[in-house]
């Protein structure tokens, strides 16, 4: 029992550090986005 507990502990912490890292890429192009959408609207205004 403790020996499959303590295998699932590194594939939990690395599944969290993925998930971690693909949500920022996701945040970061998510902010470039906006940056340009606004960068457009003013050039458009």
Partial sequence: MSDS???GI????V???VETA???ELF???IENML???RLLTHLL
């Fill in 22 to 24: 693909i949500t920022r």
């Fill in 10 to 13: 590194p594939g939990k912490a």
């Fill in 5 to 7: 507990v303590t295998a």
């Fill in 28 to 30: 970061k192009v998510r």
């Fill in 36 to 38: 340009n959408l606004s």
């Fill in 15 to 17: 599944a969290f550090f």
